[in-house]
């Protein structure tokens, strides 16, 4: 980065440059954002109202009412990682925070695939958040629905149209400045966290049964089905497996923060926390308040915006469904702002093809422009060639499963070093003292178990309809697998040659024909 870039952007305190120069970097990214930046980062990633409103019907028609459980399990699972991963934001504050956090626990092969692996997932991730507004606008307002109902495939196309026109604005925001994308987000925030706590008022108002209607399987058929209610329950979890991840985001800014080290472990935390509390509450009075469980609208896709509807009525009802669509956008947003910091991160290092234009700095908006364009293309593009249900589906699915792969690439590289007595928290930083061991330990065996759920081939995710196709039910295993091995091979025999800071991002005196390693 040129002296001048520097002088253009005074922010960058002496401290914030000894942070990234620790790690062999210059600093070239604008740090604009304070610690409610960042918690609104990682809170509107997970975006409670995106994956509640996007999923209740997955959760409730396979595992009835009782598959509320299935939150507080999700939450102490990845609360888990959440604490590994505090320890490791105060340490390691630079963005792309699971490509570094790899890099400097394991050695380059592990890392690459860690970023990759999320990288490939964070992008599939927006084109499935942009898709949720299908089962939102169209109920807000029937003019949003473009394509006639009589057309074949009409729902479908017209989701690809409405996720289109939010990717273009996302690429758009993020390339126009990190501040202007950090103002939008914390405003979505704002909004969505309002309107959270009134839904669950409203939603409490009206309450028809008890709590106790969680202990209740809602007479889900379990004939034939291995392990009984228990094989339904694992599948209702992907309801909350779907959402309660990205809570990492927060650190993935850290270059753009001030104070990193101590803002993003609080951020990381409190995201996961407030995410588990206001989400648990709407599902639990949403399934206390239901006029009839047994409804098929609502264990159908957009099942809680029938709910909603339902219970409020179409004034309250439409107020609380323009704030999911608002929750929507930022979501989205934030999982761009992710990838482009990913990708920005593994590029400076000139670790994906074309990785000198991909991190390249705009010298007016101060982001990389090239990174934000060129993933947004492709969620665009996914969007397309996803144009199928089955398909898409199956995508999504493998996009979660990928970023509990990804979270593995951190976890176990972490507890190696801890086992070697080698990892050593920041003495002034976020640690978790003697409980370290334990706690890396279950996040390790939580993370695992949970990527081989997601995995499962199961046909009502991975086949549920006709055509009936194996390499369609075998896709959580397959495509991950695919993914993974191309990539790798990929690394191996063409990028790990090319490997090393790219000279613009490189600090003084650092040698750049190959990346800083932590010592």
Request: aromatic residues 10%.
């Amino acid at each position: 980065m040129s002296s001048s870039h520097e002088k253009a952007h005074p922010q960058a305190s002496a401290t914030d440059a000894e942070d990234i120069d620790e790690f062999g970097y210059r600093p070239s990214l604008v740090r604009s954002l304070g610690s409610f930046h960042t918690f609104a980062a990682g809170i509107s990633y997970i975006s409670i109202l995106t994956g509640t409103f996007q999923l209740f019907y997955l959760g409730l028609g396979t595992g009835g009412p009782a598959y509320w459980w299935s939150w507080p399990l999700v939450f102490v699972g990845q609360l888990m990682v959440a604490l590994c991963f505090c320890e490791l934001a105060a340490r390691f504050p630079v963005a792309g925070s699971i490509y570094n956090w790899s890099k400097r626990l394991s050695h380059h092969g592990v890392s690459w695939l860690a970023g990759w692996t999320m990288l490939t997932a964070s992008i599939v991730s927006i084109a499935a958040v942009a898709l949720a507004l299908q089962a939102t606008l169209p109920q807000i307002w029937s003019g949003f629905q473009f394509i006639p109902a009589e057309a074949t495939n009409s729902e479908a196309l017209n989701g690809v149209i409405l996720a289109a026109a939010l990717i273009v604005f996302t690429t758009l925001i993020n390339a126009f400045g990190t501040k202007l994308m950090a103002q939008i987000n914390s405003t979505g925030v704002f909004i969505e966290l309002i309107a959270a706590c009134v839904l669950i008022v409203l939603l409490a108002i009206n309450i028809v049964r008890g709590p106790q209607i969680v202990l209740s399987t809602g007479g889900i058929d379990t004939s034939g089905r291995p392990l009984g209610y228990a094989g339904a329950f694992l599948v209702a979890m992907f309801a909350s497996l779907y959402v309660m991840y990205g809570f990492d985001t927060a650190s993935s800014l850290a270059e753009e923060s001030h104070d990193p080290r101590r803002n993003a472990p609080k951020a990381i935390l409190r995201a996961l926390f407030f995410s588990f509390l206001l989400g648990g509450l709407i599902l639990l009075f949403a399934i206390m308040s239901a006029p009839d469980l047994a409804d098929p609208a609502f264990s159908q896709l957009g099942g809680l915006q029938a709910l909603v509807l339902a219970v409020l009525g179409r004034g309250g009802g439409t107020v609380i469904l323009i704030a999911v669509a608002v929750a929507v956008v930022v979501c989205a947003l934030a999982v761009h702002a992710a990838a482009i910091r990913l990708a920005f991160a593994m590029s400076r290092d000139n670790n994906l093809p074309a990785g000198s234009k991909l991190c390249t700095i705009s010298p007016r908006f101060g982001t990389p422009v090239v990174s934000s364009v060129t993933i947004g293309v492709i969620a665009i593009v996914l969007l397309l060639v996803t144009f199928s249900p089955q398909i898409y589906t199956v995508v999504t699915s493998i996009a979660i499963i990928m970023i509990y792969t990804a979270y593995l690439l951190v976890t176990v590289p972490m507890l190696v070093q801890r086992l070697r007595g080698t990892w050593h928290p920041r003495p002034d930083g976020f640690s978790l003292g003697r409980w370290g061991l334990p706690v890396n330990i279950l996040a390790i065996l939580w993370g695992g178990a949970m990527t081989v759920n997601l995995a499962w081939p199961r046909r009502e995710i991975y086949n549920a309809s006709e055509p009936f196709h194996w390499y369609l039910q075998w896709g959580g295993v397959l495509l991950p697998g695919i993914i993974l091995g191309a990539g790798f091979a990929y690394y191996w025999t063409v990028q790990r040659h090319k490997t090393g800071v790219v000279a613009e991002h490189a600090r003084v005196g650092t040698p750049i024909d190959e990346p800083v390693q932590e010592a």
